[in-house]
């Protein structure tokens, strides 16, 4: 088996056919190609795409913090994902009664939540080196 068909082999194949392959197919799309497809308990594997908290950047643990500097980062994730036009570190908390919740892509949210805790942790990147 050469190095492609080794790297396919456990990608499914969709079949146009199949009377649910829109389902599927928009499964397939917005897929992080591991467990947390299809649950969110807490003892699920980490075997999703290295560089993304679904893989192994997910397995740090949080260190250093307080919960307020974690609402802090919070309240930054929030402000990024709603493109707020102040400096990273020239922001009020009530600031986030100017955002439009209902404009912010919940998974841009969680993503920016991510890169802030690990640059108040001052692991940022947190990507593997492989």
């Not at 299809?38 to 980490?46: A, Q």
């Not at 795409?49 to 250093?64: A, F, L, N, S, Y």
């Amino acid at each position: 088996m050469n190095k492609r068909d080794e790297l396919l082999k456990d990608v499914p194949m969709l079949n146009i056919n199949d009377k649910n392959f829109d389902k599927e197919l928009e499964f397939a799309l917005w897929s992080t190609d591991s467990s947390s497809d299809y649950s969110n308990d807490r003892d699920r594997p980490y075997n999703g795409q290295p560089h993304t908290v679904d893989g192994i950047r997910g397995k740090t643990e949080v260190k250093g913090l307080t919960m307020r500097d974690v609402k802090d980062c919070l309240i930054k994730a929030i402000l990024k994902s709603s493109l707020y036009k102040g400096k990273d570190e020239a922001w009020r908390t009530q600031d986030v009664y100017n955002v439009d919740l209902s404009k912010i892509d919940p998974l841009a949210l969680a993503q920016n939540l991510i890169v802030s805790i690990e640059k108040m942790m001052g692991i940022y990147p947190n990507i593997p080196k492989d």
